[in-house]
């Protein structure tokens, strides 16, 4: 009698244990559920707002980010001689002044500021951006530009087929940037940097500060301006910096109001608080 109490003492703590495993299930299916459910609608959520950028001429806010002036003070106007100006950069020129080319620093802001919102885009959907140059004068900038918005940056002689033989140079598939921004193009021996080539046989977008001595052909976003003189590299570093982080305090307002928004559908419906 005593083993058959026993045995029935069990059956029924192991069928209770199974109804508690079984709760615990469900709940934690219905979790997964809504938590699934909730991901779907923000990563939907999202891509509503990546499309929704294209449609705001000034979607972060660049335009007040520079002005004509900081232009002229960082001698962006200030071209090369006027023996040495390339025929394709005539549209750009406003005249020369003592022998030396000066850019048109309007249509330089405007050509800036179409680089610039291109670049903040391509930050706001995760897009890996590649800054080059060789000039030894202003390679330590560009690096530490890169690194402080967390991106990438060549600053050495260029490897020939970098971009286009990717997969031979580095032993495996290798993902290309989505941007180059070449703030000098041209090299140290005032030849075009094969970067720019490359990066137009890969369909690679490149932006470039181009000076009166360059050629602007291949380069999707061409800047007219000076690249040789520090403080004008200095200023380009910073305004495309400033584009890349304006980005981070844009999603900032979008993951605050979404959540908002959430919290709000959240009491109202009651989703989240049935599953406790």
């Not at 022998?99 to 800036?112: K, M, N, Q, R, Y």
């Not at 369909?203 to 403080?231: E, F, H, K, Q, R």
């Amino acid at each position: 009698m005593a083993n058959v109490l026993r045995t029935f003492s069990r059956w029924i703590n192991t069928n209770r244990v199974s109804k508690d495993s079984i709760k615990i299930n469900s709940l934690w299916n219905r979790s997964l559920a809504t938590e699934a459910a909730v991901l779907e609608k923000s990563s939907n959520l999202q891509e509503a707002d990546k499309l929704s950028a294209l449609e705001h001429e000034d979607f972060f806010n660049l335009k007040p980010s520079f002005t004509i002036k900081q232009l002229f003070d960082a001698r962006v106007h200030f071209g090369h001689k006027e023996g040495t100006l390339d025929p394709k950069m005539k549209p750009f020129i406003f005249g020369s002044r003592l022998g030396h080319i000066i850019f048109d620093l309007d249509s330089t802001a405007e050509l800036l500021f179409a680089a610039l919102n291109f670049t903040a885009h391509i930050a706001y959907r995760d897009g890996i951006i590649l800054f080059v140059s060789q000039n030894p004068q202003t390679s330590y900038l560009i690096e530490c530009t890169a690194n402080d918005c967390k991106e990438f940056a060549h600053t050495r002689l260029w490897r020939q087929g970098t971009f286009t033989n990717s997969t031979m140079i580095y032993g495996a598939v290798t993902r290309l940037p989505d941007l180059v921004i070449v703030l000098n193009t041209l090299t140290t021996v005032l030849e075009q940097h094969p970067v720019i080539a490359e990066a137009a046989k890969m369909a690679i977008p490149v932006i470039g500060i181009v000076d009166s001595n360059c050629n602007p052909n291949l380069i999707t976003y061409p800047i007219p301006g000076n690249d040789d003189t520090p403080t004008a590299v200095e200023l380009y570093c910073k305004l495309f910096k400033n584009a890349i982080l304006a980005v981070n305090t844009r999603w900032l307002t979008i993951i605050l109001s979404r959540e908002m928004v959430w919290d709000g559908s959240h009491k109202k419906t009651g989703e989240l608080s049935s599953i406790f």
